[in-house]
């Protein structure tokens, strides 16, 4: 369970290497991981766009190592309730966007974990080509002007 957890760790990190950089101490000799990049917020705003259930198209705005997950429930678009973790072993099928064909091109392959739970969560129906899992997709600013769809809530998570 430890390796499993360290690896994911490891892999969100080679993902997204801009999101720690590990700096040596001159007094103490030991690391600390600091975050890199400008101490200005605005210069890791990410844009984006997703269109509700209803079809109302909202801008999202999300931070560059931010998960997209994080974005759309900051923004009520996902209820936080429905995923408590940011990690894919507390994935829901609520925790499921569609990405635009030209953006899940900029994306990094999904793993084969994320694959799974997108086909356990469609319930043995055709897995939609645009679907990806929300917490796994790490916001960069490569992905300024992304649009993503909320997909109407399966029969099977309605209360």
């Known amino acids: ?4 957890n360290l690896q994911k760790f490891a892999s969100r990190i080679a993902r997204n290497p801009s999101i ?3 700096t040596r101490s001159s007094s103490s000799g030991c690391s600390i991981p600091s975050r890199s990049g400008s101490a200005k917020v605005s210069d890791r705003i990410v844009k984006l766009f997703a269109v509700d259930p209803e079809g109302h198209k909202r801008e999202i705005i999300g931070l560059s190592g931010q998960t997209l997950l994080k ?3 900051n923004h009520g678009l996902i209820d ?31 793993s084969y974990d994320e694959q799974y739970v997108l086909k356990r969560n469609s319930r043995a129906r055709v897995l939609n080509k645009h679907s990806r899992l929300g917490c796994q997709v790490v916001l960069s600013p490569e992905l300024q002007g992304m649009v993503v769809a909320i997909p109407e809530a399966k029969p099977w998570d309605i209360p």
């Open 1 to 4: 369970m430890a390796v499993a």
């Open 20 to 22: 720690f950089s590990i």
């Open 71 to 73: 974005a759309l429930t």
């Open 80 to 110: 936080p309730d429905s995923h408590r973790l940011e990690d894919i072993d507390a994935c829901s099928s609520e925790c499921e966007v569609h990405i635009a064909q030209e953006w899940l091109e900029k994306l990094p392959e999904a």
